[in-house]
């Protein structure tokens, strides 16, 4: 009943904007207030969901009737004026077009899709499902047949607590006919248009949460219009009559002049102590790292662990010369003389300042006079007093407690044993071993350690050395397949020898820099092969310079976009998917597509190897210096889908080619800056790189919206919503809507003007910023793993 006059009066209000509203700006002005009003209340209402709750949100915005005549109202308008400026170009009606259609799926999965959730015991049968209305309570549908909880799996990766998948193995009852069938993550069952999604299940393991939804129309609708967005937008790179074609020919593009912005970036030092700490020698410690041990729910070698603990608790890997491994051993076998190093660190000022503490303390300046110094202040972190100070003790006290757990062992889970169908890694320090477990192992995993802190003692390296090996038998014969293979291995400890992060944002952001600097130079020169005034001889040693260059900066990008793939491989080696599943990952997947586009793009743009060299290494550096975990961890089960990857992969592209626009533009706004009494010479210039960041916006234009819709695909198949309204989301949409403003120059006839392009460019930037980290560290989410 809705639907129909909802479309009704979409059609309508076409018709009545063409007849009504003749004044061209008038139809323009309502076009563009509805499509601003949207972009507005989309941000604000992330913001809302922020502090009220997702539920509340969905409520009172994106659930509202008037959130959806907004979107009625933008379709309309957008479609009158289409018609009032008489489109004619059958690719660019079916790129909108799609949208529209895709709004229609969406008012039609809106008004008429049915959807629930099924609880459900090991066991038990249900013919209705349980549908939430918001706020106004919960009411039982009735399903046309009945559903069984058979079974329900709960896989784990091999040796750890991990989630690989969980999985329901149902019967669906229809009168006299009987079908088995699995539910399990990103494995969906259909049957008479309804869908079964695993959703979640009991803690016990003993239950299964499922999502049910019935919207075949809408699915459908949603689905065409998709097909039909990715279609057109890949043609719209393709057009020979297109904007984007027409770009690619623009003599302008070849005028584009380099100037960057300065990236100022300076290496990190460490303080450095006179007194050496007591620790183990570099070759007992290095055979102790190479042990495995069971750490963030995945088994790798303790040198992995060491080095994480050392970054955690230090901030470098490496502390007064010593390697990550000295510095674990060190406190596990020489914990008493560790108290006075002053290794561990305070990185935030005003914790700092109110405790009065240096960046560096010591175990025995937070326990003076026998007083844990953060105690009071950790007690009323926990009674609910979370602001930035106590938040500062919160994470000071996590990393005491990491350091107390490895001196008493808790942590160090490196003896396998294989109990009944699952591999389990126990500590030295455990207390209750599985009582099937016979004497001899458990004599062996409670004494070792003992026998190796009396050979510590005793400087007796070659009876650690003795003992280390035995420990490393027991460990390749108890950790049955839960052991990294020798690949996997090899992989890690090549991965932890190399900092990639480093060594390459240090060459791209230097090589960048150089590039720069010979540019300045030669504009400075009137470096130019085609001035007359030089002779032939000068000509040429000019052009054989400059070719040397050339030579020199692509040769490098070749070695640096090699050496960035070496270690996204080793990373898919060690984890076993694609390294995409984190922000550190993401960060070294933008910086690798930013080199892979300046390689491809360089011949006909040659001014796109310095862009390339100076972003990549601003990706990367943001990647080593912030606080982003580089942990290589098991994904979540919801995150095993190959169209993950996908989403991932071109969303990651069209991100690495927004960032080229916005160096663009923030080149074109210091050389319209530096360049105000040439007015002539700036306007040139902008007008170039106006042109070059257009035909870079482009292609981002067709990336970000293929890995926003992928990505909606990708959550219908998990969670049965193609679109829930996410923070990240809402954000990626928003982002779209704001960089397709410059592509509609009809529309908006000032965005032809380079000046006010490039500035709507640089601001434009700061969407796409919010997207990918305001969302993960202001918003949250169900992107938050992002």
């Not at 790179?237 to 070849?254: A, V």
């Not at 109110?354 to 009323?380: H, I, M, W």
């Not at 049955?480 to 020898?497: H, I, V, W």
Request: hydrophobic fraction near 45%.
């Amino acid at each position: 009943m809705y639907l129909p006059l909802n479309f009704l009066f979409f059609i309508q209000y076409i018709f009545y904007i063409n007849r009504y509203t003749s004044n061209t700006n008038q139809m323009k002005k309502i076009l563009v207030i509805s499509y601003i009003a949207i972009i507005s209340c989309m941000i604000i209402a992330t913001i809302i969901e922020n502090g009220h709750g997702s539920e509340y949100a969905s409520q009172y915005i994106y659930g509202s009737w008037w959130f959806s005549l907004l979107w009625a109202i933008l379709a309309a308008a957008g479609c009158a004026w289409i018609v009032k400026q008489k489109m004619r170009r059958w690719s660019l009606l079916l790129l909108h077009a799609s949208f529209i259609i895709i709004l229609i799926g969406a008012a039609i999965t809106h008004f008429t899709a049915k959807r629930g959730m099924i609880h459900l015991r090991i066991g038990e049968k249900t013919s209705e499902y349980i549908k939430s209305d918001g706020y106004h309570g919960m009411e039982n549908i009735e399903l046309p047949f009945t559903i069984g909880l058979d079974t329900f799996i709960v896989s784990y990766h091999e040796g750890t607590n991990a989630i690989a998948d969980f999985t329901s193995k149902l019967t669906i009852t229809d009168g006299n006919k009987k079908i088995e069938a699995a539910v399990s993550m990103n494995k969906i069952f259909t049957y008479r248009n309804y869908r079964l999604y695993q959703n979640s299940y009991d803690d016990d393991g003993g239950g299964s949460i499922l999502t049910i939804k019935s919207d075949p129309i809408g699915i459908a609708t949603t689905y065409a219009g998709y097909a039909l967005l990715f279609f057109t937008l890949v043609f719209m790179l393709i057009d020979p009559k297109g904007t984007f074609r027409h770009l690619l020919r623009n003599t302008q593009i070849k005028k584009a002049l380099l100037f960057v912005i300065i990236i100022i970036y300076s290496a990190l030092f460490k303080p450095t102590t006179t007194n050496a700490a007591q620790t183990l020698p570099r070759e007992q410690a290095a055979r102790f790292g190479r042990l495995n041990i069971l750490y963030n729910n995945r088994i790798c070698p303790i040198q992995t662990f060491a080095i994480d603990f050392a970054k955690k608790i230090y901030g470098h890997e490496k502390y007064n010369n010593l390697t990550p491994e000295q510095v674990v051993t060190g406190l596990i076998f020489y914990g008493n003389e560790w108290n006075d190093e002053k290794f561990i660190h305070i990185n935030k000022k005003a914790i700092r300042d109110r405790l009065n503490l240096p960046e560096y303390v010591s175990l025995n300046q937070l326990f003076a006079d026998g007083k844990y110094t953060l105690g009071p202040y950790f007690q009323e972190y926990i009674q609910g007093n979370n602001d930035k100070f106590h938040q500062q003790v919160a994470d000071l006290d996590e990393k005491l407690q990491l350091i107390m757990d490895l001196r008493r062992g808790t942590v160090l889970k490196i003896f396998p044993y294989f109990n009944e169908n699952s591999i389990v890694w126990y500590a030295p320090t455990e207390q209750k071993l599985p009582a099937e477990m016979d004497s001899t192992r458990q004599q062996f995993i409670k004494t070792s350690f003992n026998y190796l802190y009396q050979s510590v003692m005793e400087k007796d390296f070659a009876n650690v050395d003795n003992l280390l090996l035995k420990i490393r038998k027991h460990q390749q014969i108890n950790g049955g397949t839960s052991l990294p293979t020798p690949l996997q291995r090899k992989a890690e400890f090549t991965y932890n020898a190399i900092p990639f992060a480093k060594i390459l944002f240090m060459a791209c952001l230097t090589t960048g820099l150089l590039s720069l600097i010979y540019i300045i130079y030669r504009l400075s020169r009137n470096y130019d092969t085609d001035n007359k005034n030089e002779n032939t001889s000068s000509k040429s040693q000019k052009l054989s310079s400059h070719k040397f260059t050339s030579f020199v900066m692509i040769g490098i990008m070749v070695l640096s976009f090699a050496m960035l793939t070496w270690c996204e491989t080793l990373r898919w080696i060690i984890g076993g998917t694609i390294p995409m599943a984190n922000g550190y990952e993401t960060m070294l997947l933008v910086a690798w597509f930013i080199m892979l586009i300046s390689l491809i793009s360089y011949r006909r743009f040659p001014i796109i190897l310095t862009f390339g060299y100076l972003l990549s290494g601003f990706f990367l550096l943001v990647a080593h210096i912030s606080n982003m975990d580089p942990q290589i961890t098991h994904i979540m089960p919801v995150l095993s889908s190959p169209l993950l990857s996908i989403h991932v992969s071109i969303i990651m592209m069209s991100y690495a080619l927004l960032g080229i626009t916005f160096i663009c533009s923030i080149v074109a706004i210091i050389l319209y800056t530096l360049n105000r009494n040439k007015r002539q010479k700036a306007n040139e210039q902008i007008k170039a790189l106006a042109a070059l960041s257009r035909l870079f916006l482009y292609p981002s234009m067709t990336t970000l919206g293929l890995g926003i819709f992928i990505g909606a695909i990708w959550a219908n198949i998990s969670w049965g919503e193609y679109w829930s309204w996410d923070p990240k989301e809402t954000w990626a949409l928003i982002t779209f809507m704001i960089y397709a403003l410059p592509l509609h120059t009809t529309t908006l006839p000032h965005m032809k003007s380079p000046l006010v392009y490039h500035i709507f460019m640089i601001f434009a930037f700061l969407s796409l910023l919010m997207t990918y980290f305001g969302v993960n560290y202001l918003l949250g989410g169900m992107h938050s793993y992002a």
